[in-house]
């Protein structure tokens, strides 16, 4: 009995070397479409490996932006400075609250924020959070917290990236790598996070009616990002932010996310107000303002930040 359990212990860990090995091996030399369940985005989208480099090197703040692009996209930290805050944005593409959970772990004492606003977009909400931990496991140093991000992703994709983006870091694959500034149409600004897309104007178009339909699981992460930060008594603002009217008003459930949200924090839903934004001439996509509608949110957001009708800074 005792031999076949050495045999079968040998057989578990000789099967893993071959696997961890062809992950290796297939990550290095095989295309892109031999190797669906293996990607490795590196400084392909969202600027997210020059946001890491900055945060870095970046000292206290005022203001620090977590969530997903709306945040990235729609915070503009330019902005934030010429009405004299100091801003950081922490936001990432798809960013889910496993990821939100690990990033303000892994920043918020360095940063030392006097206020974090989250943004809270519910289709993130709804997601399984592969497309974000792929990028972040690309594009972040890998720590004990990522392994364990990784676990509760619990995706075939974010074991193989994971094993892969692991060897790349040790072996110092990616040491001199150097993102561009501008990808595509997008555009980072140094230092503080953000990127400016190209100015675009979205055709607008109906959508179907259907629910925000949350997962239980980003549900919990995002109630341990809500009782970390009461228990390191920081002040933190949850902000839905604008998205075209045609899409927002096709969701049925709004008053129970809401609500949700509503019990949870300080909470401004921006597509409630009456902010002259148009679908068409500010916003890029069905979700994402344009430059245009980035300036108009962002003056809004600072007039409330100054008149105090949220937590003061």
Same mark, same amino acid.
């Given at each position: 009995?005792?031999?076949?359990?050495?045999?079968?212990? +040998?057989?578990?860990?000789?099967?893993?070397?071959?696997?961890?090995?062809?992950?290796?091996?297939?990550?290095?030399?095989?295309?892109?479409?031999?190797?669906?369940? $293996?990607?490795?985005?590196?400084? %392909?989208?969202?600027?997210? #490996?020059?946001?890491?480099?900055?945060?870095?090197?970046?000292?206290?703040?005022?203001?620090?932006?977590?969530?997903?692009? #709306?945040?990235?996209? +729609?915070?503009?930290?330019?902005?934030?400075?010429?009405?004299?805050?100091?801003?950081?944005?922490? +936001?990432?593409?798809?960013?889910?609250?496993?990821?939100? =959970?690990? $990033?303000?772990?892994?920043?918020?004492?360095?940063? *030392?924020?006097? &206020?974090?606003?989250?943004?809270?977009?519910?289709?993130?909400?709804?997601?399984?959070?592969?497309? =974000?931990?792929?990028?972040?496991?690309?594009?972040?140093?890998?720590?004990?917290?990522?392994?364990?991000?990784?676990?509760?992703?619990?995706?075939?994709?974010?074991?193989?990236?994971?094993?892969? !983006? $692991?060897?790349?870091?040790?072996? #110092?694959?990616?040491?001199?790598?150097?993102?561009?500034?501008?990808?595509?149409?997008?555009?980072?600004?140094?230092?503080?996070?953000?990127?400016?897309?190209?100015?675009?104007?979205?055709? #607008?178009?109906?959508?179907?009616?259907?629910?925000?339909? &949350?997962?239980?699981?980003? &549900?919990? !992460?995002?109630?341990?990002?809500?009782?970390?930060?009461?228990?390191?008594? %920081?002040?933190?603002? $949850?902000?839905? !932010?604008?998205?075209?009217?045609?899409?927002?008003?096709?969701?049925? *459930?709004?008053?129970?996310? *809401?609500?949700?949200?509503?019990?949870? +924090?300080?909470?401004?839903?921006?597509?409630?107000?009456?902010?002259?934004?148009?679908? =068409?001439?500010?916003?890029?996509?069905?979700?994402?303002?344009?430059?245009?509608?980035?300036?108009?949110?962002?003056?809004?957001?600072?007039?409330?930040?100054?008149?105090?009708?949220?937590?003061?800074?």
């Amino acid at each position: 009995m005792k031999t076949l359990v050495t045999r079968l212990f +040998g057989f578990i860990v000789f099967t893993l070397v071959i696997y961890v090995l062809f992950i290796i091996v297939a990550g290095s030399m095989f295309p892109l479409y031999l190797r669906k369940n $293996l990607m490795h985005p590196l400084g %392909i989208y969202g600027h997210l #490996h020059s946001r890491m480099a900055d945060v870095k090197v970046k000292g206290e703040v005022d203001i620090l932006f977590l969530g997903s692009s #709306h945040a990235y996209r +729609g915070f503009d930290t330019r902005i934030f400075a010429d009405y004299g805050y100091s801003t950081f944005n922490l +936001g990432s593409s798809g960013q889910t609250p496993l990821q939100t =959970s690990l $990033l303000l772990k892994r920043y918020v004492q360095r940063l *030392n924020p006097g &206020l974090v606003v989250y943004e809270v977009y519910p289709e993130t909400f709804t997601s399984d959070g592969v497309e =974000s931990s792929l990028d972040l496991l690309s594009n972040e140093k890998i720590k004990w917290d990522t392994f364990l991000m990784v676990l509760k992703v619990n995706h075939i994709k974010t074991y193989n990236t994971f094993i892969y !983006a $692991l060897f790349r870091q040790l072996t #110092h694959a990616d040491s001199d790598f150097k993102e561009d500034v501008i990808i595509k149409k997008d555009t980072y600004i140094s230092g503080g996070g953000f990127v400016e897309r190209k100015v675009e104007h979205f055709k #607008h178009h109906k959508h179907s009616s259907e629910n925000w339909d &949350l997962n239980n699981q980003q &549900l919990e !992460a995002f109630e341990e990002v809500v009782s970390y930060l009461h228990e390191k008594k %920081i002040d933190f603002l $949850l902000v839905q !932010a604008p998205i075209t009217k045609a899409l927002y008003q096709s969701r049925l *459930n709004n008053v129970h996310i *809401n609500d949700y949200f509503k019990s949870h +924090g300080n909470y401004l839903n921006f597509n409630e107000p009456n902010l002259p934004l148009n679908d =068409s001439l500010h916003f890029y996509d069905a979700d994402h303002l344009n430059q245009d509608g980035v300036v108009i949110f962002n003056r809004k957001f600072i007039e409330l930040l100054k008149v105090k009708k949220i937590p003061e800074i």
